[in-house]
């Protein structure tokens, strides 16, 4: 008996969404794509030479793919302003959901997606944050899950873009949510992850500045920020983002225990070739988040599909997204006011008594 | 259109045809397994289970698999002593070949593949040489190709295993060919592929030891071995092998030019993650080869299909295997003698004048 | 004609005066080391033997030793509470003086140190920031100098200790200043120095937890804390400082630039030695910064030697010596206030607006 | 009492020796460098300007300089060429001697002197193998003699220098013995050091290349040279040698054992700094072996001073100096014959029987 394959669709061939439909297409062997919405005429044709000969109908309508025969699944990876009404519309389609990181820039429609989900407890639905599925921040997890770093206390986190002089990011910016919503996402979703999906922020507070595009001021965002999170409990997150980095992408990420570190990509390495040259020994390292995180992604699609299918749970849950983007979005207000976020032992806001 | 998928069989399901098998089935979008062969029952059991419900037949006759309809390609894993008899079957029945290295421990046995290919210049034949698909081997061989280093003139390279104590590397040693042609093969022709296939080779010479298991004296092998291979033209290769290390598998090579030189795996780790700890830092580093080259093998099984397919050229030429095989047979019969074996400028075995 | 060797007292003979005194007395050839003070029982049993027998005298009263017969200089090395007050008569003295950091744990008494010597100006006051005096930190320095980084705008920087679990670092922090004035009073000044000596700080955030020795909130002190330095003008510092290294020390420091990133000491190593062992690859790091610093102390004592000597300048200034204290009191005080705190254009503290 | 000082000499101001007296004079506390020797006019000048103002009298005469009065101990540090000589000079004299490496490049000179010293057991004598004097060397040892690999058996060692596009190294080739003398006699000495100092050669083998200065041919010698020695009892090294590396100097050494590998300088940095730029991430490694090994000689006479002065143990016997020559020696003629030399289980020299 050939086995069943979920039967799932793409929306958005952009950048991210063109790798996941060929993730789904060729690297995820229980899984069938069956269809892709883009209104995009230029990954219209993209599509068309690439996922039709596969079998894949190409949509131009979103509505239209929901009601695509037989589908089982939808992976949104559109622009992150429709993330949220789009895993929505799907979830009451009563279709399985991945929905790319963040669910929205906005606390309330991210909770929104949680509450549709809810609805359907029958349903997968799943926000994308792909170190979730790196093989290095899984086995860094385990380490310090048994033990190996006694109590976990202080968490360092980066998310470094290669300098991109086109202009790109600024006008990414007026979309993204800001630095820290964009990038910092996934470094707050890692602390969330570690520290324990049920910590408390006791206190927000971000520092930035612009200093190789100062246009990004008009989007009330910065190309470096450095942000500091205090949870209930002793524990201390702080985070850096830059949009300047020389050599290529630098994520990385330490976890300091009580009893020791864990530190994932300190030294990161585009491939295992070093270089003695005249001027010493150099390494290259991945110009983008893809090059350090393509396995990841083919990771994520297989699990979701596996999850699906056999009905089993999902790594993780999704409510943790909504408070990632709280954190973010707490972040970003800081950056922007200039000052110190306070949050009581629940996680509600408060002034700061006595000030 | 749907695209037609090459119709591949695999030979042998034992360690690393069942990883070859896999990779056709779920990590080649261009390929269909079709069918497998094996005459062990506990891999007949382990294809019935994994292999047959995605469609693929399972053989325990050789002759009849070839004869399985619509069938075009086979992967050849069974154990080194039948790959060439099995080889050449496939070719005379009108299949392309994928056989694992090397072709034969006999530079007869490998030359009569390359023989039967020749006969059959429509049909891809290719040995399995991982290393050659492998990403870091391939970009350092563009950078010195780039004129990066200058001219190549010293390759270092090594084969090194985790230490076994289980007695498996002295069971093995019969079939083997004995460490450097087992082990070094690999080395031998990245140096051929570095230097340039036509190198000629000069002289040669190896000594090695029973450091852990000295039953292996009596397959004629060693546990730890050096070799050393001029080459005409003044070029040098020297080669280390070990079935001892502590650590993990550690293959690593090094080109060295005039202006430079290149280093491929000189810092294995098996992950991102560093652990700090009360004794140091620390990093695990991959236990198999296959924990190195998983990449290369499925990039093989993925260039393979496509030059099938599209009737295209191979990445490197059969014969080089031959070369590759005599070299190896010439520092084993070498480590044995306790001789240094010389060459002329033809290639041709002489001895060293004046002797 | 024998050249003229600078007459050195060193004031205070513990741990890190008794290494300045055999530093002066064995490894500056242009200095010699002829009294020494302390009135410590213990320390005094310890300048006799390894002092007294190459003609230092021990002195028990600190106002004795200055009148010692052709005394120069004087190297304070004393508890930080009594640095300033035996400056200050030492330059009333008329000698020169290089004073371990900090000057004080108050800016006022700094300041005072300052003052003294500012009334003296043949005279040379050094305080004894001695990665100033690293080879690697002054390569990084002259390499963003240089231009190799484009503007220099990012900052981070960590002073993380080994574990003591003896208690040590609690008794220790009723006189420290607390973890950003004794610490991070040191990659403070190296933010100063690479962003420039004349840097205005706009906003200064701490927070701070005691994960391994709470007695620590008693002295108002913490064993793990971040600290995030707004610098007018674009620039950012951010801190961390740490008792509780499993590893060792590890002081690191990054200078983030437009156009490159130069890190110091991001991959420590306590000598070339690599281990690769059955749990992976190791090796292990200095317990302590005199493991790492060791020649920099050295460079300090000559190079302070030469400056006396010949009158030359220092290599920095003194008065950068309580902007670095002033940032590390109001580190402090923000981590025990929890506010952030706020200075205008010129240094001045200042009420956020509109709070 | 003042301690009394050993009466130091040093012959040869070139550029070694230069830096022998300023050890001596700067960095010893427990050495007066009185005298010192070179019939070199440029390098007398240089002494009488940076030694003789500290007390040091420079003499054209070497023999005049072994009656200096009071003198108890020289420094050879002259041409290979009169090591010797020179050793056997001054024990003759009644002096302590360390001689730089090697004594000779003759097997029989180098006993000789080994004759010399034996004939006076109160004097101590050392060849200058600095590598003996690293921490780094050391701490291998010491880890290996505690039995942290198991049993040493394979030992990889490389000395790489700078290309010198200057043509240095041909001049120099006429006296420096050939590269297997002159580079891999530390090596040599390193695998005698690891595996016992009465480890018996069973047989060596040598090849070698004229890659970039193929004028060295002239002088029997090339600038990439491989060696492989076998020891009795199943013991293996390997070396290489190299005056082509464009990164700078690479020295380097392995010793694998049963149960771990230690390596020593397998990631050679200059300093403490990484480079990140658009290139990728680079570091820079010391051009030429003083910037690697400046700790190991002021270690080196320190130690030598205290063995003299207390008339303790010197780290090594002498005699071991004798067996490096021997085996460079043999492995230049291999290298020159093309033929593997063989050695009886008593190290005499024999024919390959049956050949």
């Known amino acids: 008996m050939v086995q069943r394959k979920l039967q799932v669709a793409v929306s958005g061939l952009g950048r991210m969404g063109a790798?996941?439909?060929?993730?789904?297409?060729?690297?995820?062997?229980?899984?069938?794509?069956?269809?892709?919405?883009?209104?995009?005429?230029s990954e219209v044709a993209w599509g068309r030479q690439h996922l039709e000969p596969s079998g894949c109908t190409i949509y131009t309508d979103y509505d239209e793919m929901l009601k695509h025969p037989g589908l089982e699944a939808v992976v949104v990876a559109t622009a992150t302003t429709v993330h949220a009404e789009q895993s929505i519309k799907a979830i009451k389609a009563d279709l399985h959901v991945l929905c790319e990181k963040p669910l929205s820039t906005s606390v309330?429609?991210?909770?929104?997606?949680?509450?549709?989900?809810?609805?359907?407890?029958?349903?997968?639905?799943?926000?994308?944050?792909?170190?979730?599925?790196?093989?290095?921040?899984?086995?860094?997890?385990?380490?310090?899950?048994?033990?190996?770093?006694?109590?976990?206390?202080?968490?360092?986190?980066?998310?470094?873009?290669?300098?991109?002089?086109?202009?790109?990011?600024?006008?990414?910016?007026?979309?993204?949510?800001?630095?820290?919503?964009?990038c910092n996402i996934h470094d707050i979703d890692l602390a969330l992850w570690y520290?324990?999906?049920?910590?408390?922020?006791?206190?927000?507070?971000?520092?930035?500045?612009?200093?190789?595009?100062?246009?990004?001021?008009?989007?009330?965002?910065?190309?470096?920020?450095?942000?500091?999170?205090?949870?209930?409990?002793?524990?201390?997150a702080y985070f850096y983002s830059?949009?300047?980095?020389?050599?290529?992408?630098?994520?990385?990420?330490?976890?300091?225990?009580?009893?020791?570190?864990?530190?994932?990509?300190?030294?990161?390495?585009g491939s295992l070739v070093e270089m003695s040259e005249a001027s010493g020994i150099r390494r290259e390292i991945p110009p983008h988040y893809y090059g350090r995180f393509r396995e990841a992604f083919v990771t994520e699609a297989n699990e979701f599909t596996a999850a699906c299918l056999d009905d089993t749970k999902l790594p993780f849950k999704l409510s943790g997204a909504v408070q990632a983007v709280k954190i973010g979005c707490a972040l970003q207000e800081s950056l922007n006011s200039g000052r110190k976020i306070y949050f009581d032992e629940t996680g509600r806001r408060v002034e700061k008594a006595g000030l």
């Open 19 to 41: 790798r996941h439909a060929l993730h789904f297409l060729n690297l995820t062997p229980r899984a069938e794509l069956v269809a892709a919405f883009t209104p995009e005429p």
């Open 195 to 236: 520290f324990g999906q049920d910590s408390v922020v006791k206190s927000v507070m971000a520092v930035g500045i612009t200093a190789v595009q100062p246009e990004l001021r008009k989007h009330k965002d910065v190309d470096n920020g450095v942000g500091v999170v205090e949870f209930w409990g002793g524990k201390i």
């Open 242 to 269: 830059s949009r300047m980095m020389a050599a290529g992408q630098h994520d990385m990420t330490e976890i300091i225990g009580t009893e020791g570190k864990l530190s994932v990509n300190a030294n990161p390495m």
């Open 108 to 182: 309330e429609m991210s909770q929104a997606v949680v509450d549709a989900a809810k609805a359907k407890p029958h349903l997968k639905v799943l926000c994308g944050f792909s170190r979730r599925f790196d093989t290095s921040y899984r086995e860094a997890w385990e380490r310090m899950d048994s033990g190996s770093i006694g109590r976990p206390a202080i968490f360092r986190s980066q998310t470094c873009d290669k300098l991109d002089p086109s202009g790109f990011f600024v006008d990414y910016a007026q979309y993204s949510g800001g630095i820290f919503v964009d």
